[in-house]
């Protein structure tokens, strides 16, 4: 019983601190380039550091915050479900691609996690270019976010994620 109660506790502490951590940056103003990559990042660490569930909690709570806080503009309102979406698939399919090509999630920084890295990146970017292309109906300039530049953001806070991560001193 106690062991359940340290896991649980190390699960909501962790997620905490990682959603307090992309918070800041998602208010603190950065561009586009800058708070994309963190976020992405900081949902990779939390599968490395904690499980794809936290990375999941994480991933479905910026976009909503980022949107009341008004750091999401209006006409990206239609585009939240789908990011929400799109972060849980990463997290998800971060860990499952990352077993089947056997990374050593201690160690992820090889050529196997960066594969991880990119096809889950690849599986966010494809759902919401899909559905800016064929189910959500948002200005040209939304929709040109959502195309390639999330690909870019989330493989550039993958890397980062695994950078960082090899200098965390977590157990």
Not at 64 to 70: D, E, P, S, T
Not at 83 to 103: D, E, H, R, Y
Not at 145 to 170: D, E, S
Request: hydrophobic share 60%; proline share 9%.
């Amino acid at each position: 019983m106690q062991q359940t109660m340290l896991a649980e506790t190390r699960f909501w502490t962790r997620t905490a601190i990682l959603l307090a951590l992309a918070l800041v940056f998602q208010m603190g103003g950065f561009p586009q380039p800058v708070t994309g990559p963190v976020i992405n990042a900081v949902l990779f660490i939390s599968v490395l550091t904690v499980n794809p569930f936290s990375g999941a909690a994480i991933g479905v709570l910026t976009p909503l915050i980022a949107f009341v806080r008004g750091i999401l503009p209006p006409p990206l309102a239609p585009m939240i479900p789908f990011i929400a979406v799109g972060n849980v698939l990463l997290v998800f399919a971060f860990k499952f691609t990352g077993s089947l090509l056997k990374v050593d999630f201690k160690q992820p920084l090889s050529g196997s996690g960066l594969a991880a890295i990119f096809l889950s990146s690849l599986l966010k970017f494809s759902l919401l270019a899909g559905a800016v292309r064929f189910l959500v109906e948002v200005p040209a300039p939304i929709s040109q976010m959502m195309t390639l530049p999330q690909l870019y953001t989330a493989v550039a806070g993958g890397i980062l994620a695994l950078v960082v991560f090899r200098i965390l001193p977590v157990k």
